[in-house]
């Protein structure tokens, strides 16, 4: 099965940057999306951002979209989160995850790989 393994959160001042990545160890032939996730402390989790394995086609959700770059590596089983501009309401861990298909949206019943999360907290 497909193990996820996320890296690079931490502690940023409000404006500041951080990039967190995903190591996947295999791929199924299937497995074709890797996206980003993230959940704030009483709030349901959330995707932010997911990218095709082959083609590197991105979706953002609203809330990113200008400040999140996602990116893949040229073997396509490394999985990046640029972050830049970060605001409190970033404060979330943060989920890489994999599955089958992207689209325009990024819901959670989508992805059937998780890894197990990195925190990245904004302060003010």
């Known amino acids: 099965q497909v193990q996820l393994t996320e890296s690079g959160g931490g502690s940023v001042q409000a404006g500041g940057s951080l990039r967190l990545s995903c190591a996947a160890s295999?791929?199924?032939?299937?497995?074709?999306?890797m996206a980003w996730f993230r959940q704030g402390p009483g709030k349901e989790r959330e995707g932010v951002a997911s990218?095709?394995?082959?083609?590197?086609?991105?979706f953002y959700a609203d809330s990113v979209k200008g400040r999140f770059t996602v990116s893949r590596d040229s073997g396509k089983f490394t999985v990046y989160l640029e972050m830049i501009s970060l605001k409190p309401e970033d404060t979330a861990m943060y989920y890489c995850?994999?599955?089958?298909?992207?689209?325009?949206?990024?819901?959670?019943?989508?992805?059937?790989?998780w890894g197990q999360g990195t925190q990245v907290t904004v302060s003010s």
């Open positions: 295999e791929f199924s032939s299937r497995t074709t999306c």
């Open positions: 995850a994999a599955g089958r298909t992207c689209g325009a949206s990024i819901p959670r019943t989508d992805f059937n790989y």
């Open positions: 990218i095709t394995r082959y083609t590197g086609m991105t």
